[in-house]
């Protein structure tokens, strides 16, 4: 079998997002589950400004490329407007001898690069916003209907609570009710039963009981 060489594989970042100045990239990172079939590995180096100063004193041309892009962040920054933001990072780097040569041979063209790298950053932020805001739509759904559930459990829960206690306080009232008709009735059968009752005075005592 041949031998190759051990493969070492660099990604450069450059953007306004605080990254560390080195990040180990691994491709598993992406699976949903663990999975040891497939490895990728990239070292992922942060050339900012102000990041990795001895690999950019070490290649010029690398420097000068986060150089250029720092200004066009810069400008942006402070115009608001990133064609502007563009012009003016140009003026600065050949005012300086900073990629002269290519900044002034192709300056559209570097121009449409930086132009369409801003508007691919806009287009997935704005694809970032737009799935937050789905996600915020589902999750007030979600919240809404879960909302329902506890409250119609609640309004289940302290309805039983209330019917029994209004239940409760109705059947004593029933209760008190059939009591004293009981009560009524024992004492009709009480002076029906007794000898020593005259039938005159039977009949006067019980009318006047009836009438309470």
Known sequence: ??????????????GENNMPERTV?????????????LECEAVMININIGKNDE?????????????????VYLYNNKYGNIEIAIDKAIDRCCSEN?????LTAHKAEVTDMILTEFDEV??????K??????GREEGRQEGREEGREEGRQEGRK????????????EGREEGREEGREEGRKAFIEEILASDMIPDEVK???IKKYLQK
């Open 25 to 37: 990239l691994k491709l598993s990172d992406m699976f949903e589950g663990y999975s040891n079939t």
């Open 122 to 127: 806009k287009y997935i932020e704005m694809v």
């Open 55 to 71: 690999l950019l004193e070490k290649c010029r041309p690398l420097y000068e490329y986060s150089y250029f892009v720092d200004s």
């Open 98 to 102: 900073i990629l002269r040569d290519i």
């Open 1 to 14: 079998m041949l031998k190759l060489p051990k493969p070492q594989y660099y990604v450069f970042y450059i």
């Open 203 to 205: 009949d006067t005592i």
């Open 158 to 169: 302290e309805g039983r609570k209330e019917g029994r206690k209004e239940g409760r306080k």
């Open 129 to 134: 916003r737009d799935a937050r805001e789905e």
